[in-house]
């Protein structure tokens, strides 16, 4: 474990296993049975955490440095290297269920440069082994955030200067639209896309033509051929 880092206590466990699950490898767990570890079990087995105990002696040597109600967690150490993605394009993924479609959108992101990714929390297929997997090793690169609320986070970017576009067959066709500057794309889920309040928070729909029969893209083969778009802008 010495390549590991240690997040002590309920609330610092929970938001580690809510925001940033990836970088969680093992909970100790030592608290009474209870709501709160319910809760942290539940948050491990979503995302595929391995929980355990301490040993007595290592019980006592985390007792000794820290108060941590008795939930431990080992997490991976931050990427000490720059990340290589432009802090201007920003990825929103919301109600993406089916987990290779997720790690698939993580690496089509991490190849484009995309600066940071926030994956809307309830609704979402979680990272797990076999979203890690499809992502070929995005996840180790991107900046991943789960979050609560798209909308807030629309907002909050927003008014950070970003403009949202949203992916839609409806919307306008991509190469027509400017993606310079700061961006946010939108990728809905596979059921129903883009959620109603979410569209009504984008500055603008973008879409790709389709001549074929199929009525739509897998939606990180159209997040590719959208985020390359705007990747083409920028380094023209």
Not at 118 to 129: F, V
Not at 188 to 203: H, K, V
Request: charged share 25%.
């Amino acid at each position: 474990m010495s390549d590991l880092d240690r997040i002590y206590g309920f609330q610092p466990v929970r938001e580690a296993l809510r925001h940033r699950p990836q970088r969680v490898v093992r909970v100790r767990i030592t608290a009474a049975p209870g709501h709160r570890r319910q809760e942290i079990e539940a948050l491990c087995a979503r995302h595929g955490v391995a929980t355990g105990g301490l040993a007595a002696n290592d019980r006592t040597r985390v007792d000794a440095t820290a108060v941590h109600n008795g939930f431990v967690a080992e997490v991976r150490p931050m990427a000490a290297a720059p990340r290589a993605g432009d802090p201007e394009l920003v990825v929103i993924a919301e109600d993406i269920q089916d987990p290779r479609n997720l790690g698939a959108l993580l690496r089509v992101c991490e190849c484009a440069g995309v600066g940071r990714v926030l994956i809307r929390d309830r609704g979402s297929a979680p990272i797990s082994p076999a979203a890690s997997k499809t992502a070929a090793g995005a996840v180790e690169w991107l900046e991943i955030q789960r979050v609560t609320n798209t909308a807030m986070e629309l907002e909050r970017l927003k008014k950070d200067g970003y403009w949202v576009y949203g992916a839609a067959p409806e919307g306008q066709l991509v190469w027509d639209v400017d993606l310079k500057g700061r961006v946010v794309l939108v990728i809905g889920g596979e059921a129903r896309g883009l959620r109603r309040r979410t569209r009504t928070l984008c500055d603008r729909l973008v879409a790709l033509p389709v001549r074929g029969h199929i009525a739509s893209l897998n939606l990180a083969t159209a997040a590719s051929a959208l985020l390359y778009e705007s990747l083409r802008q920028r380094r023209a």
